[in-house]
């Protein structure tokens, strides 16, 4: 069974803080994917990595930025938090091909105050 | 612009009525594939489905089927005498070309089934 996991399930951070949201996944999967999902508005793309140490921006980067420095890692870093912020992430991972599923982890209930 | 849309924001059902889920999709690709994905109250998002466009058969599973049709662009997903465990979000997605290595999704509709 593929695995993906997130570091946290709910996190509380103040304004301006630097928040770290780890995402691993046990399925040695060359893609891997951050969404935020918003009530009304769905899933968005904010960034991807298809391969270790490559990013690619997605529909909404701005505020954030990833670290891929080992296949199974995934890190979505927010330099300077702010209320809009507030959100559920979803990290997921596939294996190369756009017919591969996407699989996802629990999600992080962000709380920005 | 909108490339999955799921018009129906929210359903409620009374338990063992059946109900239908629609998606529309857009796409200029000839190969691309369609994805359904449940969001129970938890928050993960489990995967349901995954149609190719090559592929038209409906599929069943248990009490789950998907009715594919090119001809209008849709995937709808039907649950035949619901229950309460159903409830949750339910997400259509796309990934063709344009979407690259990511998937593109609806904005989900909310199905409540109430005892």
């Known amino acids: 069974d593929v695995k993906v996991t997130q570091s946290s399930r709910y996190l509380v951070k103040r304004t301006g803080e630097k928040v770290f949201l780890e995402c691993v996944q046990d399925m040695d999967h060359e893609n891997m994917f951050w969404y935020r999902q918003d009530p009304g508005l769905g899933l968005r793309l904010i960034y991807f990595?298809?391969?270790?140490?490559?990013?690619e921006k997605g529909d909404i980067p701005e505020g954030y930025s990833v670290s891929r420095e080992k296949k199974e890692r995934f890190s979505l870093i927010l330099e300077s938090a702010s209320t809009n912020q507030t959100s559920m992430y979803l990290c997921?991972?596939?294996?190369?091909?756009?017919?591969?599923?996407?699989?996802f982890g629990p999600g992080t209930r962000l709380l920005v105050l | 612009a909108q490339k999955v849309t799921q018009a129906q924001t929210e359903i409620s059902v009374v338990e063992k009525e059946d109900v239908t889920l629609d998606c529309v999709y857009e796409?200029?690709?000839?190969?691309?594939?369609l994805f359904w994905y449940k969001q129970p109250p938890s928050g993960e998002l489990v995967f349901l489905i995954r149609?190719?466009?090559?592929?038209?058969q409906n599929e069943i599973s248990g009490r789950y089927s998907w009715n594919f049709q090119k001809s209008t662009s849709s995937f709808n997903f039907t649950i035949t005498a619901s229950q309460v465990v159903d409830s949750a979000v339910y997400f259509c997605a796309l990934s063709d070309s344009n979407s690259g290595y990511a998937l593109n999704f609806g904005k989900g509709t909310s199905l409540l089934v109430t005892p």
């Open positions: 990595s298809y391969d270790v140490k490559m990013k």
């Open positions: 796409t200029r690709d000839t190969t691309y594939y």
């Open positions: 149609r190719n466009s090559f592929d038209e």
């Open positions: 997921a991972s596939k294996t190369r091909g756009r017919q591969e599923t996407q699989y």
